[in-house]
Protein backbone atom coordinates (compact mmCIF):
# COMPACT_ATOMS: atom_id res chain seq x y z
CA UNK A 1 0.00 0.00 0.00
CA UNK A 2 1.55 3.36 -0.88
CA UNK A 3 1.10 6.37 1.71
CA UNK A 4 1.24 9.94 0.55
CA UNK A 5 3.39 12.36 2.81
CA UNK A 6 2.45 15.53 4.12
CA UNK A 7 5.34 18.18 3.02
CA UNK A 8 3.81 20.64 5.42
CA UNK A 9 3.75 18.78 8.00
CA UNK A 10 7.88 17.93 7.69
CA UNK A 11 8.74 21.20 7.39
CA UNK A 12 6.91 22.80 10.69
CA UNK A 13 8.21 20.26 12.48
CA UNK A 14 11.92 21.29 11.11
CA UNK A 15 11.31 24.81 11.46
CA UNK A 16 10.15 24.39 15.28
CA UNK A 17 11.66 26.48 17.50
CA UNK A 18 13.80 24.55 20.32
CA UNK A 19 12.03 26.26 23.31
CA UNK A 20 8.89 28.69 23.84
CA UNK A 21 8.82 32.62 25.32
CA UNK A 22 7.38 32.83 28.30
CA UNK A 23 4.27 34.44 27.00
CA UNK A 24 3.46 36.06 30.71
CA UNK A 25 0.49 36.60 32.53
CA UNK A 26 -2.64 37.28 30.31
CA UNK A 27 -3.77 40.69 30.73
CA UNK A 28 -5.43 41.98 33.80
CA UNK A 29 -8.94 43.12 34.07
CA UNK A 30 -9.94 45.11 36.95
CA UNK A 31 -13.03 44.14 39.14
CA UNK A 32 -15.93 46.82 38.81
CA UNK A 33 -15.62 46.96 42.60
CA UNK A 34 -11.79 47.93 42.45
CA UNK A 35 -12.82 51.07 40.50
CA UNK A 36 -16.12 51.64 40.98
CA UNK A 37 -16.34 53.01 45.25
CA UNK A 38 -20.57 52.49 44.63
CA UNK A 39 -20.03 49.03 42.97
CA UNK A 40 -17.66 48.12 46.07
CA UNK A 41 -19.67 49.13 48.44
CA UNK A 42 -22.89 47.27 46.82
CA UNK A 43 -20.50 44.66 47.06
CA UNK A 44 -20.08 44.74 50.48
CA UNK A 45 -23.87 45.11 51.06
CA UNK A 46 -24.54 41.74 49.22
CA UNK A 47 -22.28 39.95 51.21
CA UNK A 48 -23.36 41.29 54.46
CA UNK A 49 -26.31 40.58 53.23
CA UNK A 50 -25.55 36.36 53.00
CA UNK A 51 -24.02 36.42 56.62
CA UNK A 52 -26.93 38.26 57.94
CA UNK A 53 -28.89 35.57 56.14
CA UNK A 54 -26.52 33.08 57.94
CA UNK A 55 -27.65 34.45 61.56
CA UNK A 56 -31.33 34.14 60.70
CA UNK A 57 -31.00 30.46 59.72
CA UNK A 58 -29.15 30.14 63.04
CA UNK A 59 -31.90 31.31 64.97
CA UNK A 60 -34.58 29.33 62.98
CA UNK A 61 -32.74 26.29 63.57
CA UNK A 62 -32.09 26.89 67.08
CA UNK A 63 -35.90 28.22 68.01
CA UNK A 64 -37.29 24.97 65.87
CA UNK A 65 -35.27 22.68 68.09
CA UNK A 66 -36.68 24.62 71.83
CA UNK A 67 -40.22 25.17 71.05
CA UNK A 68 -41.35 22.55 67.99
CA UNK A 69 -42.48 19.63 70.26
CA UNK A 70 -42.61 15.99 68.51
CA UNK A 71 -45.66 13.86 69.73
CA UNK A 72 -44.34 10.70 67.80
CA UNK A 73 -46.76 11.83 65.22
CA UNK A 74 -44.92 11.58 61.59
CA UNK A 75 -46.10 14.64 60.43
CA UNK A 76 -44.91 16.21 63.33
CA UNK A 77 -41.62 14.41 63.17
CA UNK A 78 -41.35 15.48 59.66
CA UNK A 79 -41.77 19.18 60.27
CA UNK A 80 -39.48 19.78 63.30
CA UNK A 81 -36.49 18.30 61.14
CA UNK A 82 -37.62 20.28 58.08
CA UNK A 83 -37.81 23.34 60.07
CA UNK A 84 -34.45 22.72 61.68
CA UNK A 85 -32.93 21.46 58.49
CA UNK A 86 -34.00 24.38 56.63
CA UNK A 87 -32.02 26.72 59.33
CA UNK A 88 -29.06 24.77 59.22
CA UNK A 89 -28.88 25.09 55.78
CA UNK A 90 -29.74 29.00 55.52
CA UNK A 91 -26.72 28.78 58.13
CA UNK A 92 -24.26 26.86 56.21
CA UNK A 93 -25.23 28.28 52.92
CA UNK A 94 -24.96 32.12 53.90
CA UNK A 95 -21.66 31.67 55.40
CA UNK A 96 -20.53 29.62 52.25
CA UNK A 97 -21.85 32.19 49.48
CA UNK A 98 -20.81 35.25 51.70
CA UNK A 99 -16.97 33.94 51.75
CA UNK A 100 -17.05 33.35 48.06
CA UNK A 101 -18.95 36.40 47.07
CA UNK A 102 -15.90 38.49 49.53
CA UNK A 103 -13.22 36.74 47.71
CA UNK A 104 -14.27 36.98 44.30
CA UNK A 105 -15.43 40.92 44.96
CA UNK A 106 -13.41 42.39 47.54
CA UNK A 107 -10.51 40.89 48.20
CA UNK A 108 -7.13 41.47 46.79
CA UNK A 109 -7.24 40.74 43.05
CA UNK A 110 -3.28 40.85 42.55
CA UNK A 111 -1.87 37.94 40.52
CA UNK A 112 0.38 35.81 42.60
CA UNK A 113 3.23 33.67 41.33
CA UNK A 114 4.97 30.95 43.11
CA UNK A 115 7.89 29.95 41.93
CA UNK A 116 8.26 25.98 41.70
CA UNK A 117 11.47 24.13 43.46
CA UNK A 118 13.09 21.19 44.22
CA UNK A 119 11.03 19.21 46.48
CA UNK A 120 14.35 17.20 47.50
CA UNK A 121 15.96 18.06 50.52
CA UNK A 122 19.49 18.26 50.19
CA UNK A 123 22.13 15.25 51.16
CA UNK A 124 23.21 16.88 53.86
CA UNK A 125 19.26 17.60 55.51
CA UNK A 126 18.39 14.04 54.57
CA UNK A 127 21.62 12.80 56.57
CA UNK A 128 20.53 15.02 59.43
CA UNK A 129 17.32 14.06 59.71
CA UNK A 130 18.70 10.16 60.18
CA UNK A 131 20.84 11.25 62.63
CA UNK A 132 18.24 12.87 64.67
CA UNK A 133 16.10 9.70 64.32
CA UNK A 134 18.78 7.30 65.50
CA UNK A 135 19.50 9.82 68.16
CA UNK A 136 15.88 9.60 69.13
CA UNK A 137 15.84 6.08 69.49
CA UNK A 138 19.47 5.87 71.13
CA UNK A 139 18.11 8.57 73.78
CA UNK A 140 14.44 7.00 74.05
CA UNK A 141 15.70 3.52 74.85
CA UNK A 142 13.67 1.75 72.69
CA UNK A 143 16.52 0.94 70.44
CA UNK A 144 17.44 -1.75 73.49
CA UNK A 145 14.69 -3.86 74.76
CA UNK A 146 17.21 -5.32 76.95
CA UNK A 147 18.00 -1.93 78.59
CA UNK A 148 14.19 -0.23 79.03
CA UNK A 149 11.84 -3.46 79.30
CA UNK A 150 9.81 -2.19 81.62
CA UNK A 151 9.30 0.87 79.22
CA UNK A 152 8.95 -0.59 76.14
CA UNK A 153 6.50 -3.41 77.79
CA UNK A 154 4.51 -0.61 79.17
CA UNK A 155 4.42 1.33 75.55
CA UNK A 156 3.32 -1.61 73.92
CA UNK A 157 0.36 -2.22 76.28
CA UNK A 158 -0.23 1.28 76.35
CA UNK A 159 -0.47 1.06 72.48
CA UNK A 160 -2.50 -1.92 72.44
CA UNK A 161 -4.88 -0.90 74.85
CA UNK A 162 -5.83 2.43 73.44
CA UNK A 163 -8.05 1.19 70.68
CA UNK A 164 -10.59 0.34 73.67
CA UNK A 165 -10.90 3.54 74.67
CA UNK A 166 -12.73 4.22 71.04
CA UNK A 167 -14.18 1.18 70.65
CA UNK A 168 -15.52 0.45 73.80
CA UNK A 169 -18.11 3.22 74.10
CA UNK A 170 -19.24 2.51 70.75
CA UNK A 171 -20.12 -1.52 71.82
CA UNK A 172 -21.89 0.16 74.53
CA UNK A 173 -24.14 2.53 72.84
CA UNK A 174 -25.26 -0.38 70.42
CA UNK A 175 -27.64 -0.78 73.64
CA UNK A 176 -28.29 -2.88 76.40
CA UNK A 177 -31.30 -4.89 74.29
CA UNK A 178 -29.51 -7.36 72.89
CA UNK A 179 -32.53 -9.65 72.71
CA UNK A 180 -32.87 -9.89 68.60
CA UNK A 181 -35.97 -12.11 69.38
CA UNK A 182 -38.01 -9.03 69.37
CA UNK A 183 -37.04 -8.79 65.22
CA UNK A 184 -38.61 -11.99 65.15
CA UNK A 185 -42.12 -11.21 65.87
CA UNK A 186 -44.24 -7.81 64.40
CA UNK A 187 -47.81 -7.28 64.85
CA UNK A 188 -49.67 -9.50 61.83
CA UNK A 189 -52.07 -11.52 63.96
CA UNK A 190 -54.76 -14.15 62.44
CA UNK A 191 -57.35 -12.39 60.89
CA UNK A 192 -55.77 -9.09 60.63
CA UNK A 193 -56.60 -6.92 57.46
CA UNK A 194 -53.84 -5.44 55.08
CA UNK A 195 -54.09 -2.15 54.76
CA UNK A 196 -53.44 0.68 52.38
CA UNK A 197 -50.06 2.33 53.57
CA UNK A 198 -50.18 5.25 54.78
CA UNK A 199 -54.14 5.62 54.87
CA UNK A 200 -54.99 2.59 56.60
CA UNK A 201 -58.18 1.39 54.22
CA UNK A 202 -58.76 -2.28 54.08
CA UNK A 203 -57.57 -4.45 50.72
CA UNK A 204 -60.14 -6.51 48.89
CA UNK A 205 -58.71 -8.85 47.04
CA UNK A 206 -60.72 -7.83 43.76
CA UNK A 207 -58.59 -4.48 44.42
CA UNK A 208 -55.78 -5.98 43.30
CA UNK A 209 -55.63 -6.54 39.57
CA UNK A 210 -52.80 -8.42 38.01
CA UNK A 211 -49.56 -6.64 37.68
CA UNK A 212 -50.34 -4.22 40.59
CA UNK A 213 -48.06 -3.80 43.85
CA UNK A 214 -49.80 -2.31 47.17
CA UNK A 215 -47.73 -1.25 49.86
CA UNK A 216 -49.54 -2.45 52.98
CA UNK A 217 -49.41 -1.77 57.05
CA UNK A 218 -51.62 -4.09 59.50
CA UNK A 219 -54.84 -2.85 60.34
CA UNK A 220 -54.81 -0.96 63.62
CA UNK A 221 -51.03 0.46 63.30
CA UNK A 222 -52.41 4.03 62.51
CA UNK A 223 -54.20 3.76 66.10
CA UNK A 224 -51.18 2.95 68.32
CA UNK A 225 -50.39 5.11 70.64
CA UNK A 226 -47.02 4.49 71.44
CA UNK A 227 -44.60 2.61 69.05
CA UNK A 228 -45.94 3.02 65.96
CA UNK A 229 -43.25 3.63 63.81
CA UNK A 230 -41.15 0.39 65.46
CA UNK A 231 -44.12 -1.23 64.47
CA UNK A 232 -44.39 -0.06 61.44
CA UNK A 233 -40.68 -0.88 60.62
CA UNK A 234 -41.00 -4.35 61.41
CA UNK A 235 -44.49 -5.17 59.46
CA UNK A 236 -44.43 -3.11 56.42
CA UNK A 237 -45.64 -5.69 53.59
CA UNK A 238 -45.88 -5.33 49.91
CA UNK A 239 -48.73 -7.08 47.88
CA UNK A 240 -48.54 -8.31 44.07
CA UNK A 241 -50.63 -10.00 42.23
CA UNK A 242 -49.17 -12.08 39.63
CA UNK A 243 -50.70 -14.04 36.81
CA UNK A 244 -51.74 -18.17 38.88
CA UNK A 245 -49.99 -19.84 35.81
CA UNK A 246 -46.45 -17.36 36.46
CA UNK A 247 -46.32 -18.25 40.49
CA UNK A 248 -44.23 -20.83 41.43
CA UNK A 249 -45.76 -21.65 44.85
CA UNK A 250 -42.81 -23.28 47.46
CA UNK A 251 -43.33 -26.46 49.01
CA UNK A 252 -45.21 -26.21 52.26
CA UNK A 253 -46.58 -22.38 51.26
CA UNK A 254 -49.49 -23.76 48.91
CA UNK A 255 -52.34 -22.23 50.64
CA UNK A 256 -50.62 -19.03 51.88
CA UNK A 257 -51.36 -17.01 48.92
CA UNK A 258 -54.64 -16.42 47.25
CA UNK A 259 -55.62 -16.44 43.46
CA UNK A 260 -51.94 -15.21 42.86
CA UNK A 261 -52.04 -12.66 45.36
CA UNK A 262 -48.78 -12.87 47.50
CA UNK A 263 -47.32 -10.67 50.18
CA UNK A 264 -44.14 -10.39 51.17
CA UNK A 265 -41.79 -8.61 53.90
CA UNK A 266 -41.01 -4.97 52.45
CA UNK A 267 -37.68 -5.04 54.35
CA UNK A 268 -34.86 -5.81 52.47
CA UNK A 269 -32.78 -8.79 53.97
CA UNK A 270 -29.45 -7.35 53.35
CA UNK A 271 -29.10 -4.52 55.60
CA UNK A 272 -32.98 -3.24 56.17
CA UNK A 273 -33.70 -0.62 53.21
CA UNK A 274 -37.32 -0.82 51.79
CA UNK A 275 -37.49 -2.81 49.15
CA UNK A 276 -39.71 -0.83 47.00
CA UNK A 277 -39.37 -0.83 43.02
CA UNK A 278 -40.82 -4.19 41.71
CA UNK A 279 -40.42 -4.87 37.50
CA UNK A 280 -43.81 -6.04 36.78
CA UNK A 281 -42.66 -7.79 33.64
CA UNK A 282 -40.31 -9.77 35.30
CA UNK A 283 -41.39 -10.26 38.44
CA UNK A 284 -38.65 -9.12 40.11
CA UNK A 285 -38.54 -6.53 43.65
CA UNK A 286 -35.43 -4.46 43.32
CA UNK A 287 -33.67 -2.86 46.66
CA UNK A 288 -33.00 0.41 45.85
CA UNK A 289 -29.75 0.44 48.48
CA UNK A 290 -27.28 -2.25 46.95
CA UNK A 291 -29.52 -3.83 44.07
CA UNK A 292 -30.87 -6.85 45.65
CA UNK A 293 -33.27 -8.57 43.39
CA UNK A 294 -36.21 -10.56 44.67
CA UNK A 295 -37.87 -13.27 42.33
CA UNK A 296 -41.81 -12.78 43.48
CA UNK A 297 -43.02 -16.12 40.90
CA UNK A 298 -40.29 -17.80 43.12
CA UNK A 299 -40.79 -17.57 46.99
CA UNK A 300 -38.66 -13.91 46.67
CA UNK A 301 -35.45 -15.83 46.63
CA UNK A 302 -32.42 -13.50 45.89
CA UNK A 303 -31.70 -13.53 42.18
CA UNK A 304 -28.67 -11.19 42.18
CA UNK A 305 -26.80 -8.63 44.70
CA UNK A 306 -25.93 -9.00 48.07
CA UNK A 307 -29.01 -10.14 50.41
CA UNK A 308 -28.50 -13.76 51.27
CA UNK A 309 -32.05 -14.66 51.97
CA UNK A 310 -35.64 -14.89 50.54
CA UNK A 311 -37.90 -11.70 51.69
CA UNK A 312 -39.72 -13.69 54.68
CA UNK A 313 -44.16 -14.59 52.94
CA UNK A 314 -46.70 -12.94 54.88
CA UNK A 315 -49.36 -16.14 54.49
CA UNK A 316 -52.30 -14.48 53.51
CA UNK A 317 -56.02 -15.89 52.85
CA UNK A 318 -59.42 -13.76 52.08
CA UNK A 319 -61.89 -13.33 54.41
CA UNK A 320 -65.87 -13.67 54.31
CA UNK A 321 -66.26 -10.20 52.80
CA UNK A 322 -63.95 -10.93 50.67
CA UNK A 323 -61.23 -8.06 52.05
CA UNK A 324 -57.38 -9.72 52.39
CA UNK A 325 -56.29 -11.16 55.81
CA UNK A 326 -53.22 -12.11 57.49
CA UNK A 327 -53.10 -16.01 58.53
CA UNK A 328 -50.29 -15.26 61.03
CA UNK A 329 -47.17 -13.61 62.02
CA UNK A 330 -44.47 -13.99 59.66
CA UNK A 331 -43.23 -17.56 60.58
CA UNK A 332 -39.20 -16.19 60.69
CA UNK A 333 -37.59 -13.13 61.42
CA UNK A 334 -38.03 -10.13 58.82
CA UNK A 335 -35.15 -7.73 57.79
CA UNK A 336 -31.30 -8.14 57.39
CA UNK A 337 -29.84 -11.80 59.18
CA UNK A 338 -28.33 -11.69 62.75
CA UNK A 339 -26.26 -14.03 64.53
CA UNK A 340 -29.53 -16.08 66.44
CA UNK A 341 -32.05 -15.65 63.71
CA UNK A 342 -32.34 -19.14 62.91
CA UNK A 343 -33.62 -19.59 66.83
CA UNK A 344 -36.04 -17.64 66.25
CA UNK A 345 -37.55 -19.72 62.77
CA UNK A 346 -40.58 -21.45 63.90
CA UNK A 347 -41.86 -22.82 60.75
CA UNK A 348 -39.45 -25.84 60.80
CA UNK A 349 -38.17 -24.78 57.22
CA UNK A 350 -34.85 -25.85 56.89
CA UNK A 351 -32.01 -23.74 57.29
CA UNK A 352 -31.15 -24.39 53.73
CA UNK A 353 -34.55 -22.93 52.72
CA UNK A 354 -34.71 -20.08 55.17
CA UNK A 355 -31.00 -18.99 53.71
CA UNK A 356 -31.47 -19.70 50.96
CA UNK A 357 -30.60 -17.78 47.51
CA UNK A 358 -29.54 -18.64 44.32
CA UNK A 359 -25.83 -18.04 45.55
S1 LIG B 1 -30.32 -3.16 51.87
FE1 LIG B 1 -31.20 -4.06 50.18
S2 LIG B 1 -29.57 -4.59 48.95
FE2 LIG B 1 -28.64 -3.72 50.65
Redesign the pocket.
Known sequence: MSTTENPTSHESADNAPESFQDPGLPYHRPRRADVDPKADKKAERQVAALFGLSILGTIIAIVSYMTLKMDGQIESIRFTNMAIGFGIFLAMIGIGLGAIHWAKTLMRDHEMVEERHELRSSDEAREGAIQNLKDGAEDSGIGGVKRRPLLVGSLVTAMLAAPLALLWPQIGNMGANWNTGEFAHTMWRKGMRLTRDPEGTPIKASDVTIGSAFHVIPEGLNDLEHGKLEEKAKAVVLLLRLDPRDLNLQPGREDWSFDGIIAFSKI?T????P?ALYEQQTHHLL?P????TFDVANGAKVVF???KRPLPQLPIAVDDEGYIVAQSDFHEPIGPSYWSRLKHTSDGLSSDETDGSSH
Open positions: CHVGCVCCHQSGPA
